[in-house]
């Protein structure tokens, strides 16, 4: 059962009670129908015109192309660009407190000068987290949709033009991958979600309480899914899921097993899949990166912090000497494979030694791209309650030291690959005259110059390294 009852009786039921002690009941919050009526606004005429706005994740990418194509399929058309759309969605993010703020200034932002708006939709994380909640604060908000329910937006959108008001934050057992339109078209490097939500309830984290408990979509789902993606232009796929590495099928297979079938259909190029979490980091799939040529060498392992004490205070399941031991197989399975991760600095009681230990951490690993970010106290996680709460001057200094040294370690990573020759998928044209963009294997950017097309691969020797791209010339 997918729903949010599993993730309260079955899962972790005095888990999340405890710590979610009234902002977020699932349970309550679970009832919502489609459709259900809030109170009244104008009726407005049907839209002709969408845009979807995407903020935060990847997966939250994947699921604002999703809603594009259902919108589509309602007859309704991306807006030109440059002009308004009838219909905007904002597909939010809750992960820190500037990020899901953000939401109702933008909601502003779409006034027009006579007053009135757009239709606008609030959806994702912050539709999920906050619910009700925004239609009180956004009077010119006509629906709330959560990431789980988003394939009722037509009758969210039918309501709304007769003028009802209508909040959707149910996680219904009938999933949204089974009534979404199929994928038509694509650029060369696509998404696919294969896994949704989290259990882990790292103690700072919103991301159980917004995507719910762990889930699977099935194996030959996936597959068929990944098949129409390839026929719509792909020819680099990433599996996505907020741990995308705790996939598993009905029969017990792991990710790696769905990357070898992925590995199978012939025009697809290159798999890339994120985000993973050390606890699920099989032996299994950490051998596929050897095994399996089209699985690109890049791991994305966040560790969050390089001292066990607060690495158990946020509740990580993972200390730094198990997290280095899996980078050590990793290594040995992939030797030029490129590591990334994510960082917090500030979480509650994080003294200046246990600080001292992440910059240490990142010297010993080497990181080739890093995302760090200032601890934010998101409300009901327990983490926002904990003693010893860090000032934000504090805080600015240590992601200052923290993003030079990884700032470091990247040039390093982008240097020593001036010299050799890969292979870059086209992307997109740069910014200059005859320019190109691409990735390498490893996921840096590469611009180079030449008679090429987007999609195409092509081999290109790396002759000049900067902190976050490379410039490479066709071979
Ligand atoms: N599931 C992934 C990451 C999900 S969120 C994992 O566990 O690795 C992406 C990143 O946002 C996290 O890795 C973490 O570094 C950061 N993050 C999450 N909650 C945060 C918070 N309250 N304050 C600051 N950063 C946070
Ligand atoms: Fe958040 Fe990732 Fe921890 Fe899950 S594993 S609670 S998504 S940081
Ligand atoms: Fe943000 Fe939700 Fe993704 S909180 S990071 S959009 S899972």
């Known amino acids: 059962m997918r729903s949010c009852e599993r993730l309260l009786d079955d899962v972790v039921p005095d888990l999340i009670r405890d710590r979610w002690p009234n902002k977020c009941d699932f349970r309550q919050r679970s009832r919502a129908k489609p459709g259900m009526t809030k109170d009244t606004m104008h009726s407005t005429p049907p839209p002709r015109t969408y845009r979807v706005k995407s903020f935060g994740c990847q997966m939250n990418v994947y699921d604002g192309e999703r809603m594009a194509e259902l919108l589509a399929q309602q007859g309704i058309a991306p807006a030109p660009e440059g002009e308004e759309a009838d219909l905007v969605v904002l597909n939010t993010c809750h992960i820190r407190e500037k990020a899901a703020e953000k939401v109702y200034s933008d909601i502003g932002r779409l006034r027009r000068e006579d007053g009135t708006a757009p239709l606008i939709a609030v959806a994702g994380c912050v539709a999920q987290a906050e619910g009700e909640e925004i239609m009180t604060r956004a009077p010119s908000v006509s629906m709330v949709v959560g990431p789980q329910a988003y394939h009722r937006l037509p009758a969210m959108i039918a309501d709304a033009?007769?003028?009802?008001?209508?909040?959707?934050?149910?996680?219904?057992?009938?999933?949204?991958?089974?009534?979404?339109?199929?994928?038509?078209?694509?650029?060369?490097?696509?998404?696919?979600?294969?896994?949704?939500?989290?259990?882990?309830?790292?103690?700072?984290?919103?991301?159980?309480?917004?995507?719910?408990?762990?889930?699977?979509?099935?194996?030959?789902?996936?597959?068929?899914?990944?098949?129409?993606?390839?026929?719509?232009?792909?020819?680099?796929?990433?599996?996505?899921?907020?741990?995308?590495?705790?996939?598993?099928?009905?029969?017990?297979?792991?990710?790696?097993?769905?990357?070898?079938?992925?590995?199978?259909?012939?025009?697809?190029?290159?798999?890339?899949?994120?985000?993973?979490?050390?606890?699920?980091?099989?032996?299994?799939?950490?051998?596929?990166?050897?095994?399996?040529?089209?699985?690109?060498?890049?791991?994305?392992?966040?560790?969050?912090?390089?001292?066990?004490?607060?690495?158990?205070?946020?509740?990580?399941?993972?200390t730094t000497a198990s997290y280095l031991a899996i980078l050590d197989k990793v290594r040995a399975a992939r030797p030029d494979i490129a590591l990334s991760g994510d960082f917090i600095v500030g979480f509650p009681g994080e003294t200046d030694a246990e600080f001292e230990d992440t910059l240490k951490l990142v010297e010993q690993v080497g990181y080739a791209q890093c995302f760090s970010f200032k601890y934010s106290a998101r409300p009901g996680t327990p983490a926002a309650t904990m003693d010893g709460q860090v000032p934000l001057d504090v805080m600015d200094e240590r992601l200052q030291r923290l993003q030079t040294t990884l700032n470091v370690s990247q040039i390093a990573f982008n240097r020593a690959s001036i010299g050799k020759r890969c292979v870059v998928l086209v992307e997109r044209r740069g910014k200059h005259e005859g320019q190109w963009l691409g990735k390498s294997p490893w996921l840096q950017s590469v611009h180079f110059t030449g008679e090429v097309a987007i999609g195409d691969l092509v081999e290109v020797e790396l002759v000049e390294a900067g902190p976050n791209s490379l410039s490479g010339q066709l071979v």
Not at 202 to 230: H, W
Not at 273 to 295: C, F, Q, V, W
Not at 296 to 316: C, E, I, T, Y
Request: aromatic share 6%; charged share 25%.
């Open 161 to 318: 033009v007769e003028g009802r008001r209508s909040v959707d934050t149910d996680m219904p057992t009938e999933t949204k991958f089974d009534v979404l339109p199929a994928r038509r078209k694509v650029g060369p490097s696509a998404f696919l979600t294969v896994q949704e939500g989290c259990d882990k309830f790292c103690t700072y984290c919103v991301v159980p309480y917004t995507r719910g408990a762990e889930i699977s979509r099935p194996f030959n789902d996936l597959v068929e899914e990944a098949k129409r993606l390839v026929d719509a232009g792909a020819r680099e796929i990433t599996l996505l899921g907020q741990n995308v590495n705790a996939w598993r099928d009905a029969g017990g297979r792991g990710l790696e097993r769905l990357i070898e079938a992925l590995a199978a259909i012939p025009a697809l190029a290159r798999i890339r899949y994120t985000t993973s979490h050390p606890n699920d980091m099989t032996d299994g799939l950490i051998a596929a990166h050897r095994d399996i040529e089209k699985l690109m060498p890049f791991l994305h392992l966040p560790v969050q912090a390089g001292n066990d004490r607060v690495l158990k205070a946020m509740n990580r399941s993972h």
